[in-house]
């Protein structure tokens, strides 16, 4: 089959190329992703447990589920979804990201099938996944519609759609880019673009657009005087998830 056009922004991918090496830093660039990881991978591992019935308490209770990681980096999600038993690709635009994933995974003993290549271009190789995870990447390209139709068509018939990215209001841009970028420096200046975040019900309208069919969406609320993050019904105000089904 053909290519499907691709929605990867340039400019966006070359952002993570300079910062390749540094992803399994936990006090490095990525240091806002470390410590977001404990509560994605909360999110994450329940919604998959829910609606595939998986017992997390099993020793590989994701066995026989093949997951893909859409925008993969250095594997902070790919690696623990293999520890649970899962068949795991990792995709990722950033060329670079992808031997560093392949090290890490080596090293720690894991089999995750890395490749560097688009939602678009698998889609159009006809590949099938029953989960695709698709975390903090639809705020960069260049067009999300196109891009979460291609995660749709990657997903089996009941198959589940994980996405979270970033809300679009004042309060996003004084936390997520003068706080994370100019004032904490957990990212490098120039790392988010306000006028791409999506707010939560823009989301949910352009999934069904894309033919999936959102069932749930949480916050991720940073706490300052505990400096941890927690899942909230309540708070979508600035980072969010959602999930969603194929029919």
């Avoid at 939602?119 to 903090?136: K, R, S, T, W």
């Avoid at 970028?181 to 200046?189: D, T």
Wanted: hydrophobic residues 45%; glycine residues 8%; proline residues 6%.
């Amino acid at each position: 089959m053909q290519a499907q056009q691709s929605t990867v922004d340039a400019g966006e991918v070359a952002k993570f190329e300079a910062m390749a090496a540094e992803w399994w830093d936990p006090n490095g660039k990525f240091k806002p992703l470390h410590m977001l990881n404990p509560c994605r991978l909360d999110y994450i591992t329940t919604q998959i447990a829910a609606e595939f019935d998986r017992d997390l308490g099993a020793a590989a209770p994701f066995d026989g589920l093949r997951i893909l990681d859409i925008g993969c980096g250095g594997g902070l999600l790919c690696e623990p979804m293999a520890r649970l038993g899962a068949t795991v690709v990792g995709a990722d635009a950033a060329e670079r990201n992808i031997p560093v994933a392949q090290v890490h995974a080596e090293q720690s003993g894991l089999n995750i099938d890395y490749r560097h290549t688009t939602a678009e271009d698998l889609a159009a190789a006809g590949e099938q996944f029953d989960i695709v995870l698709n975390m903090e990447v639809v705020e960069h390209v260049a067009d999300p519609l196109t891009y979460l139709t291609a995660c749709q068509q990657l997903l089996r018939p009941g198959g589940l759609h994980i996405c979270s990215t970033i809300n679009r209001n004042p309060k996003s841009f004084v936390v997520a880019i003068i706080g994370a970028e100019h004032v904490m420096r957990w990212l490098p200046k120039g790392t988010h673009e306000w006028n791409k975040f999506i707010t939560p019900d823009e989301l949910f309208d352009l999934l069904g657009k894309a033919g999936l069919t959102p069932v749930d969406r949480k916050g991720f609320v940073f706490n300052p005087v505990r400096w941890d993050w927690s899942l909230s019904d309540r708070d979508l105000s600035v980072n969010y998830v959602t999930a969603a089904l194929k029919p």
